[in-house]
């Protein structure tokens, strides 16, 4: 692993705060319904739990884990499915939850799968957006932060596999 550090980009109660935000901004939209949320992992792990704990309204939760093909840095576009969901979509209100959307490549394609299970409605809420990184369009519903193109770890991004547990967003800064 190359020498570097970590640099703070946002704190944790700035990213406490904004993710309260979300959760009220979800709660109203969804008021009378109940939300499904999919959980990308392993990114979206730390961000869906405390997600899901600021939604007042009923919430089911599950899991999927995907791979793209082609090297770690680009991603193809074709996406390979490596654990899938436990659950169907048919009739749910979907919300799928990301740790970040870069070149959208990753998520457009798995939308566009999810889409096909029949869901009553699909939405797709990130914590992080860079969106200068962006080749693929993607209709982002909720949006924590938008951030320049650095690379991120903390909050369930990781680099190498490390950082995940941050409880803050970081750059990593080569030495
Ligand atoms: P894309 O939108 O298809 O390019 O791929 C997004 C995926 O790349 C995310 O789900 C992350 O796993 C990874 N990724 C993109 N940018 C970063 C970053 O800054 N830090 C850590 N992982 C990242
Ligand atoms: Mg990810």
Same mark, same amino acid.
């Given at each position: 692993m190359e020498k570097h550090h970590v640099e703070v980009l946002l704190t944790e109660e700035q990213v406490d705060t904004r993710i309260q935000e979300i959760g009220?901004? $979800?709660s109203r939209d969804y008021a009378g319904k109940e939300v499904?949320?999919?959980c990308v992992l392993k990114g979206g792990t730390f961000f869906t739990c405390e997600l899901a704990k600021r939604i007042s309204v009923? *919430?089911?939760l599950d899991f999927m884990s995907v791979s793209s093909y082609g090297s770690d840095t680009k991603s193809?576009? *074709?996406v390979k499915i490596v654990k899938d969901l436990d659950e169907s979509l048919t009739g749910k209100d979907v919300i799928v939850v990301e740790d970040i959307v870069d070149s959208g490549r990753t998520l457009s394609y798995l939308?566009?799968?999810l889409q096909d299970r029949g869901p009553k409605s699909l939405r797709l809420c990130t914590l992080l957006d860079k969106p200068d990184r962006r080749v693929v369009d993607v209709n982002v519903n909720y949006t924590g932060f938008q951030i320049p193109d650095e690379? *991120?770890?903390g909050y369930g991004l990781d680099y190498d596999q490390r950082y995940r547990n941050l409880p803050y967003i970081? $750059?990593?800064?080569f030495d």
């Open positions: 009220e901004a $979800i499904h949320l999919v009923p *919430v089911t193809s576009g *074709v939308l566009a799968m690379f *991120v770890v970081g $750059i990593v800064a």
